[in-house]
């Protein structure tokens, strides 16, 4: 009798200027466990970001297509451009017992959440306010207008805080104790009895 | 902005015979953040059981006096024997930020769970049924007659099952991986957002 050995559906989201994408850097580092599901958006790439690997990057008529040939799980719209989830590759790597990785928006994430009940939401925060503002000021790509916005918008996320299973703090230099908490958790996930629904009946005739 | 410090109340129950007891000892060997709440039983103390620390042993008259006090957080029956949980010490070991483990049976575990719907119910398995029997009849202080009870028990216990928040496997000579995976059950616990409500607020005020 063993656990149920397939994977788990992890959404991490949190204020743009988080850091989700070095967390998730981290963890895949880590374990070969975890895949990152690419996102498609109509978003233009910032410097140092390639097309495949940080985002698909799609025009408007593309995504347009994905979106009515049903190739989304799900899709919103932040900032003026269109982000998406692709199902391909999602339910294969979690039937190879992968842990897929989906790093999106709030609105995006209660979607899935929606679809998928059994996926796992967790909240990335920074330490606090002051410094997702000076991360994002580093980051040096958004106007003082984007910056507010963003800030503004991290506001509206954490309304919807509550709505999450956990939350992990993404500190300045602990960007490893951030990644084995996300790990901590899918391990701790894997353990559930509702994902283990099995247990009872395998305990008599195994 | 940390984390709630908080200790977690863990229950750990399982079948008769699962080996719940050398679980928790791994635990405690492991980690200093964890305590194991000794629990008072009318039962006879089994070879090498030490008083204060395996179990308070009483006798009827004072397990009556206990209840009457109001100084067990539950008690239950079992066996013949009354079975119960004192209140003292488990909240201080909490605010420390202490883990408190509660080792006790199904009936018990329920009872604990309304009381603190917050409390970790982890219930701790062997690999197989016939694992289960084996392990009653090398504990040697079991009758054909007991053992027989204890197997039907289990079955009973396995209809809670799905009340658990968790499942843990014990397997043979695999005692370290059981108690890691309470270990990282508790840490990822003690990110969840139910645990940690003040956050949203002291993101903004930190």
Redesign the interface.
């Given at each position: 009798?063993?656990?149920n050995e397939k994977g788990l559906l992890i959404v991490l989201s949190g204020p743009s200027g988080t850091g989700k994408g070095t967390v998730v850097n981290e963890i895949l580092a880590r374990s070969d466990q975890y895949s990152l599901s690419v996102s498609d958006t109509t978003r233009p790439p910032r410097p140092n970001e390639i097309d495949g690997i940080d985002y698909n990057f799609v025009s408007p008529d593309k995504f347009k297509e994905l979106i009515e040939n049903g190739e989304l799980l799900e899709y919103t719209q932040y900032d003026g451009n269109y982000y998406g989830t692709p199902l391909k590759n999602i339910v294969n790597h979690l039937d190879d017992g992968i842990n897929v990785i989906l790093e999106i928006e709030v609105e995006g994430a209660l979607n899935v959440k929606r679809l998928f009940p059994e996926a796992v939401l967790?909240?990335l925060?920074p330490?606090?306010?002051d410094t997702l503002e000076s991360r994002l000021r580093m980051r040096g790509t958004n106007s003082e207008e984007s910056i507010e916005m963003r800030l503004e918008r991290a506001?509206e996320e954490?309304?919807f805080?509550?709505r999450?299973?956990?939350?992990?703090?993404n500190d300045d230099g602990l960007v490893d104790e951030a990644a084995l908490?996300v790990i901590?958790?899918a391990?701790?996930?894997k353990?559930?009895?509702?994902f283990?629904?099995h247990?009872?009946e395998?305990?008599?005739t195994?």
């Open positions: 009798m063993n656990l967790i909240f925060i330490p606090d306010c506001k954490l309304n805080y509550d999450y299973d956990y939350v992990v703090i908490a901590s958790i391990e701790s996930e353990h559930k009895t509702s283990n629904k247990i009872p395998e305990f008599f195994d």
